[in-house]
């Protein structure tokens, strides 16, 4: 990065949500309750994943690394829109801007590589049941989440190279509540034909492979449930591969149409964005693990160990307060 680069903009600003000023409150609360949910939520499925070794299986290997990274996701974003809400400074530092891009940008990867994957692991465990141990072993699941982390790293690296060395001239104003990779091209001044290139492309494909092996997946699953002629079965299949391709038509129909069909940077990208940075990650526990019998159990367990603990505590009080 040149240093006419370097002195030119030093900061940008964010315009935040298009709201009125006497929303902001009602908004705050909002985004402030549907935060804490997606933190909590995920952190409750980490920590039963941990605690009860009955859910040390690969669907659950990928959910707790799905947890994280929709808590970091999250976390990139929503604090800082919900700290310029209170503040109104609306001013952030162009290193700070480029680390928010690059970060966002890195958990929504591995996000988009995790779908598959889990897929692949509902497809495997439903369709080649008597060989999913073989198939889904320790070491190709360590695998799959490692080449998620790592190829998510290398694609996010590559628009930030391409994006550091652009130049920002008199404009600095962001309309939008974080800093978005499309929202930061359509500020510079320099030829950004290459880095649309990439986004179409590189990107474009990163969007369409992972989309086509989740709804392969699915469809696969659909055909040997539909295959089985019973009530159970059928509801089965709506409940599960229909919620769950919610959640992927809501998560990659908005990132679709912000990154590649849209045009102009309006309002509609800005409801699309809160969409897979904000609903969606909050949606995931529910979706994916809280509806899960195996969660549930390990969450009764859980709670029943806390109870247990709490009277063992009580008790050597409750005997000298007798005597």
């Known amino acids: 990065?040149?240093?006419?680069?370097?002195?030119?903009?030093?900061?940008?600003?964010?315009?935040?949500?298009?709201?009125?000023?006497?929303?902001?409150?009602?908004f705050f609360t909002l985004f402030l309750g549907m935060y804490l949910t997606t933190v909590l939520?995920?952190?409750?499925?980490?920590?039963?994943?941990?605690?009860?070794?009955?859910?040390?299986?690969?669907?659950?290997?990928?959910?707790?690394?799905?947890a994280f990274s929709d808590?970091?996701?999250?976390?990139?974003?929503?604090?800082k829109m919900l700290t310029n809400m209170q503040t109104r400074q609306q001013s952030i530092p162009y290193v700070g801007c480029i680390a928010q891009m690059y970060f966002f940008m890195f958990f929504a990867s591995v996000d988009n590589f995790l779908l598959p994957v889990m897929a692949y692991d509902r497809y495997v465990a439903i369709c080649h049941p008597l060989h999913y141990t073989t198939i889904m072993s320790e070491g190709l699941c360590v695998l799959l989440v490692a080449g998620s982390w790592i190829l998510s790293c290398a694609h996010v690296l590559l628009h930030t190279l391409l994006l550091v060395r652009l130049s920002f001239c008199a404009d600095n104003t962001i309309s939008h509540f974080f800093c978005d990779l499309t929202a930061l091209l359509k500020l510079s001044c320099s030829d950004i034909s290459v880095n649309e290139l990439v986004v179409f492309t590189e990107a474009g494909m990163l969007l369409f492979l992972p989309l086509c092996i989740i709804l392969g997946s699915y469809v696969r699953i659909a055909t040997i449930i539909f295959r089985?002629?019973?009530?159970?079965?059928?509801?089965?299949?709506?409940?599960?591969?229909?919620?769950?391709?919610?959640?992927?038509?809501?998560?990659?129909?908005?990132?679709?149409?912000?990154?590649?069909?849209?045009?102009?940077?309006?309002?509609?990208?800005?409801?699309?964005?809160?969409?897979y940075t904000v609903v969606t990650p909050m949606l995931n526990p529910f979706i994916y693990s809280l509806r899960n019998r195996d969660i549930k159990q390990a969450l009764e367990m859980c709670v029943n160990r806390v109870n247990v603990f709490k009277?063992?505590?009580?008790?050597?009080?409750?005997?000298?307060?007798?005597?």
């Open 311 to 323: 009277r063992q505590s009580l008790h050597p009080l409750i005997a000298v307060r007798s005597k």
């Open 71 to 79: 808590i970091s996701l999250s976390s990139v974003t929503v604090p």
């Open 228 to 275: 089985v002629p019973s009530t159970k079965g059928l509801y089965k299949a709506f409940s599960t591969c229909g919620s769950h391709l919610f959640v992927v038509s809501l998560y990659y129909g908005t990132i679709a149409g912000v990154y590649i069909f849209s045009s102009s940077w309006d309002s509609k990208d800005i409801t699309a964005s809160v969409m």
């Open 41 to 66: 939520g995920n952190l409750l499925i980490i920590l039963l994943i941990r605690l009860d070794s009955r859910l040390h299986t690969p669907m659950y290997f990928f959910l707790s690394h799905l």
């Open 1 to 26: 990065m040149g240093s006419e680069n370097q002195s030119s903009v030093s900061e940008f600003l964010l315009l935040g949500l298009p709201m009125r000023p006497g929303q902001q409150r009602g």
